[in-house]
């Protein structure tokens, strides 16, 4: 089972209220505490430490990975507001003795409580914000991938396709959209969408110019086959977002869940992309149309995911529920929803017609 190690970073003087908060929640926590390792002036005062004046004491805590979560919510309750506190969470790949690990294991997968594993949400925000960082990389893999994209619908190909998935990063841009729903983080939903935008107007464009240049057939299965929404591929985008979620608040590799993500979003932009540069504009809008259900619900998918394993606005850390935040969610969910509601309109229109 995955290991935490916490340290914590405190005044000297408050050496007792740590121990007195520890041996409270010895009993309600499988914790194997470290004892305190002596006192430590910082030595750096550079701009982060600028207020540090006296001696501080370090805290090493041992603690499996998904009771870490609450544990931060008591000290960050009791010793936010003490100059020099600060947490820091590194993941340990190993704990020795190795049996008495497997055996705080077993009695901990015999609690209800802990039966479902996922990161602390301090460890969740601080991945999913990295994944939205705008980077050379970034547009560099985007670009790699809607060129390679292009190629493959052009010469209907699947493998081809299916290796451009596999180098587009476009999983963490829209898990982060979803987190940033889920908590009301409106600074976290700016980041995300500009990665988001940027990423994706540069496949659109590149595609667009490639269709200009390109003699594309629209009778081309690959291409032909993303220009109508139905609702498998519906189905597929919430799928592919709740495993992209997952993915991420389990801690698990999320290379394959990203391609998931990947062609329920790339192949249908870049097929538009490549039929409006061609000049057929009615069925650039269907695959645009495509585009657009798979996004929103990839995106649902991922909030009710968040909502579901009880990350909430209420729990970000450093910050309080406000009405700000609640307009924010809603107006998210409520316009996602409004997108596949009039797509499913549509597409039950179009059967009965």
């Not at 805290?59 to 309750?77: C, G, P, T």
């Not at 991945?127 to 060129?147: C, E, P």
């Not at 590149?206 to 299965?221: C, K, N, Q, R, W």
């Not at 910050?319 to 797509?343: E, G, M, N, P, Y």
Request: hydrophobic content about 50%; some cysteine; aromatic content about 6%.
């Amino acid at each position: 089972m995955a290991l935490r190690s916490i340290e914590i970073t405190l005044p000297e003087g408050k050496k007792g209220q740590i121990e007195e908060l520890l041996s409270e929640r010895k009993e309600a926590l499988d914790v194997r505490m470290q004892h305190i390792i002596g006192v430590w002036k910082h030595p750096v005062k550079g701009v982060m430490y600028s207020r540090l004046s006296e001696e501080q004491i370090l805290v090493k805590i041992l603690v499996f990975a998904e009771e870490s979560e609450s544990l931060l919510k008591s000290l960050q309750e009791r010793f936010s507001d003490e100059d020099g506190f600060r947490i820091n969470i590194i993941p340990v790949e190993a704990s020795l003795p190795a049996e008495e690990m497997a055996v705080k294991s077993t009695d901990l997968s015999g609690d209800k409580e802990n039966k479902s594993f996922r990161l602390s949400r301090e460890e969740l925000y601080e991945d999913i914000s990295t994944a939205t960082k705008l980077t050379r990389v970034y547009v560099v893999l985007v670009i790699l991938s809607a060129i390679v994209a292009a190629i493959g619908l052009w010469n209907n190909s699947v493998a081809i396709i299916i290796g451009a998935m596999v180098i587009a990063p476009l999983l963490g841009p829209n898990v982060a959209l979803s987190l940033a729903a889920a908590l009301g983080d409106i600074n976290l939903a700016k980041n995300a969408l500009k990665t988001n935008v940027v990423g994706l107007a540069i496949a659109a464009a590149l595609s667009i110019a490639m269709g200009y240049f390109l003699a594309v057939d629209p009778t081309i299965p690959e291409i032909e086959s993303r220009t109508v929404v139905g609702l498998d591929e519906v189905l597929l985008a919430l799928v592919s977002g709740c495993a992209g979620t997952l993915a991420f608040t389990s801690g698990a590799p999320a290379t394959l869940i990203g391609v998931a993500v990947a062609v329920a979003l790339l192949p249908p932009l870049v097929t538009s992309g490549l039929l409006l540069g061609a000049g057929y504009t009615t069925l650039a809008y269907g695959a645009f149309l495509l585009f657009l259900v798979n996004i929103a619900s990839i995106n649902l998918a991922g909030v009710g995911t968040f909502l579901v394993q009880g990350i909430s606005p209420r729990d970000k850390p450093g910050d309080r529920w406000s009405k700000q935040h609640l307009a924010f969610t809603a107006l998210v969910i409520i316009s996602l929803l409004a997108i596949l509601s009039v797509t499913i309109l549509h597409l039950w229109e179009s059967w009965i017609g």
